[in-house]
């Protein structure tokens, strides 16, 4: 059993930055494919940020270049670095991982990007 908590979003103007966490409840080594989805309103889930087999990571286009995913494996905790937003990445955004063959995603926060 596995626990995603996400914090972090807010309202923020376009142009601006949001750093989203993704708190896990046992130590990140042992969780596969960690990383970060996100649901638009009338739209399906898509990928935004993910570690790969370990520590290779991969980025859905429209971000790259602007989000950066890391981790903390001592706090065990998967983060999100998002500059230049734009309204467009106005979404709820999921921390998802895999353990022992099973899916796992968190709540999800808002991030609204807005003037």
């Known amino acids: 059993q596995v626990q995603l908590v996400e914090s972090g979003g807010g309202l923020v103007q376009p142009g601006g930055s949001l750093r989203l966490s993704c708190a896990a409840s046992r130590n990140i080594f042992s969780i596969y494919n960690m990383g970060w989805y996100r649901q638009a309103p009338g739209k399906q889930r898509e990928l935004v940020a993910v570690f790969n087999s370990g520590s290779i990571t991969n980025y859905e286009d429209s971000v790259k270049g602007r989000f950066t995913i890391s981790r903390d494996n001592a706090k065990n905790t998967v983060y999100l670095q998002m500059n230049s937003l734009k309204p467009e990445d106005t979404a709820v955004y999921y921390c998802?991982?895999?353990?022992?063959?099973?899916?796992?995603w968190g709540k999800g926060t808002l991030v609204t990007v807005s003037s």
């Open positions: 998802h991982g895999n353990y022992m063959g099973m899916t796992y």
